[in-house]
């Protein structure tokens, strides 16, 4: 819909006006004619389209129309002008016996402005979209897309792109949003009119825009072959939260510029990701007045959330730390690693300094738009001896960084990111999480004291959106951690995965089960130096083993009623695993869960093979009851299990092998965008 | 849809449960049944409703039903308990020739939980709404609706009652939303069992609820008939920022406890407006293990925006200050206020210290829910000599206070709410807005320097939503108000109002017309001693004057364009008045704009009355034309003038009627929530 521009037109005057091809100009002819006139007539050169309003009664051509109190001449220019007042248009005025009474002309320069966008999400910045400065989500949506500058261009003394005023390499601009500056008309703009690019002080903390310091040709442009030059100085700063208007250059004739647009700003509680970039032609009045803007071209981005990566996603890398007692651990984890097909990545003892819980200070995920998309490591607050890792290690280019910062007194065990997951893609109630939904533990919401993640991180991952998370329970765990308890694997039928949940349940009947057939005398942790053994029936026996046991359930029960809940889960989409676990005393008066064997389901997910905790269970003909359960359960899914040694190294530390690793996976290919929000 | 609760039930034991009426309980009976079980069957007392799934094939009644791996027990209650314990239901386990291997026994007490509010927003809470855990706005919406406890029930040592941490006075609590928490059950829960009442952290900054410290029976929750206790001390706090959950009270029997919410942060940048309150019931475990909650019921707020009142609307006080000089005009306002038929109230110089502009430091608005509406005033950052009035004198109780703190860097003139305004109701492009829309004054947005309304203003008014806001150019004034240049007015027909726009060519044409007629000698600002008289055609042969007014009708042209855009008005809804402007240097190289004389736009609105800028323009056969085209404009609409002489005491002072005077009106008869957005 367009929206006319008032101009005014004194009689017996000429004046020079520039009309934006594509907007008009609302001329009322009543206010400024002569005294005493009836009638007026319009004539023009070509180039210019005119209509009166309201609609005259017919007449002859050229004959006088009436003038009335609200008539109004809607000018249009169909083109760009090829040289400034190269059209022409007057307005005749006339008295009760149609003798002229004065003239008012027009000179008029017309010219083609469109700031552009890839507002259809194709990867190409298409011309005008008339969507451009709106956002809709879904397959059928549209309006740009943004990242947060969050790598670094530079691996050595490097911080994220994001953190410098200016253009850190050249090839910093693949992670910006290229917008396009079209333009045709005279090869200059009339003396004083200019364009400027501004931004509202809301959006400037969010966003910074870099233009080239000439133009770019339209050849450069084509998709796929952004031209960039070779020096960083070229590419000056144009807005910023110092600088919400600045002139852009009128390159003249018909001309393209490219800009290129950074996010600085993950969506937060306090930002909800859309940003608009404008761009207006100014027209002089006189020194010491404003120039008025005319014509307003806006687009509009949002800027990509950051998403997690579930277990059923194919893995690209695998991280796992070096110590001084992890030999052992390391070297079958190598084996399983290489032979899944997947790459090993060291975290070596002088950099995680003996914190060996790689999955805890860190991760991974990624942000995608449609030309650019790379991992980004969400970095915990924990800030373990690991605390450098992500920032040191694994920020560069095309690798991002962020992370929330947290009061050191209200970090708990629970900011660890082993309670931080994420739930493969699911249907809740005819409600599409085409990207699954991310899971977290803290206190029961009815707790007056307890653990839970820090506010600053949750804040962060409700407010990303697209991955909708859960809070579940997982105070009740010494460590408390989801992944003690839960994890998902890939299955060839159903919702496309199993949701494992530990279970004491499980664990008893399995025990029982042997006992009933004479294996009540076979031994758990045979052969563990490090460990007493205990027989099966020495387990069965301690009733207070089983009150715990049967709290521990409960406690998972609940979980397990939210999970059905929350991600539109049957029960058998849901296998009961046999683990157990104890009650140890924290802070002398209330009790918590460990593992009382190697946590079977603290596992790590690598396609089709399961590297799983060796449980030590007791042995029945030679083979581990415990182990063979795990593999008849998970080899129906088509998934082979590999059973770790992580006793002494990990197990005894209150962790396991889930806990002591990391995976970074392929992405989506589910683009977020496409979302019904 | 009812998500059941697992629960875990082993052979060979009675165990007692609570279920609350409406939920139900899943029994995995394979999980806990006797080895080697084949068959079960299930027997129950008549309050017990249970059903087996997967449905078992037809078999004789009572005869065992075969066993499988899913087989799962759903059981309800249809009714609430008289006694703990009153309801039975037992599991029997057989093997292979059914014999039977072990039997489960439950005890069961039922319990009806449920906490209400007022969803259906009709001003009496209901029982157990479908809807009330979610807010959908619109006639046919739903959701609870809380204010902002931002009125002071003391008059005397006042503060905003959502300062207190406690109830400031019993009739405190008619300013906060009624919730209902009505059980029905035993006369006391089972031993161990307890109700909290608990929220977010997120939500805990944003409200508080009290309760009655013994019950309140349910006849005095009768709509309209709370029985308050009299003393403060009968309303502890439950629910704070400091306190996320709490236990309250089980009553036993048929009850019902009200509880007070008070809302304490207004919708801003950071806080859209939802709020959760949730009640659950929590089992207990054993010492040193968190009790569970079983079941969870959640109602959900939205606090009331803050409302401006249009022009249209009907007024109910008139405020003006009394300085040392402006007798006269106080004299006439008293006389236009009372004879229109409303309250005028005089704040004296001793509170004013001779800060005269009392439409600059507050705005007056409301806030409405279903059960309470009040009048409150938003202070500006402006914080002249009469900063204290706002607090000091309008709050009160039923008269809230908001402001917004900015820091003094940021605050400039056009902080001044001169400068905020509001339109009547308006349809545009078929989007309603039955509140109108806020209109403020900036800057240009491609201004690289410029005077703006501070972004905590301007966040807040954002925020609100129900009005969404306008920003026209403002800064072209030297005082930079928008109320300078235009104004709304009441109309009988088109869309109710009319647009009022100065107009210096409706001004040039006027006077331009009188010299035609042979007027041009007539004077304006006869009889002033303190300003020279002007004839018109002096004003006509100043070139430079024309220039400026060119000039300043560009800038209104401007604003005219964006609100004929963004209110959808037509010419026809808007009248150009005659009124000129002058240039005025500012920081010696900008040129700002003042009225050349009384700007007669800068009126105060009482019904269909208007107060108006004594212009003191020509005098034709004794009258003035200024006043005598704008009686023309005005009375075609119905509309009577009143002009009223601020020359010395206001307008030289760059102010006008409008600028001197506050206006509180009458909230709209239109409820916010029924918006659809």
Redesign the interface.
Known sequence: ?I????L?VGYDQTISVVCVVGSEL?V?LN??AP?SSRFFSVKCTPSVQYSIGPSPQKTYHFSPIPLNG?S?LLIRMSHASQHENDSKLSVWYYGVSKEVLGRAVLHLTAVEISLDVDADRDGVVEKNNANKASWKWGPNGHGAILLVNCDSEWTWRKKPDREQENVSKVSDLKDMSVMVLRTRGPAKLPEGYKL?M?I???DAESVRVFRPRTSETKNNTLPGKHFYKYFVKDYPLVLSSE????EVPYLGEAAEMNFYVEGLKFLD??FSGLIRV?L?L?EP?????????IF?DTVVFRVAPWIMTPNTLRPVEVFVCSTSDNNQFLKSMRNLVIMSGYKLKICHEFVNRGDRWMQDELEFGYIDSPHHRFPVVLDSPRDGELLDFPYDELLGPDFGYVTRVAQKKDVSSLDSFGNLEVSPPVTV?GKHYPLGRIIIGV??????K?R?MT?VVQ?FLWAQKVQEPIALFS??LYVGHVDEFMTFVPAPDRKGFRLLLASP??GY?LF??LH?VGHGQAKLFEGLGHEEPITVDEILNDEGLQAEN??V???I??N??VL??ELGLD??DII?LPILFKLV?EDK???KAVAYYPDMVNMIVLGKNLGIPKPFGPKVNGHCALEAEMCYLMEGLGLSCTFIDDFASYHQLLGEVHCGSNVRREAFDFKWWNLEM
């Not at 929206?3 to 008032?6: A, I, N, Q």
Request: some cysteine.
């Open positions: 819909m929206h006319p521009r008032t005014r609302n009322n206010r400024s005294p609200n109004v400027t501004h509202s002080q809301g600088v919400l208007s600045q509680k306090d404008n207006s100014l009045i006189s020194p010491g007045l404003p120039e008025t803007p307003t109630n206190a029961f919401p009815t707790a007056t307890g839970n506010k804040d105070d009740w349940d499980a009947k029982r089960g009933n049967n709290y359930q409960s406690c029960d609940w397990r009623d059905k809940r029960d058998e009961d005393v008066t209330e009790y």
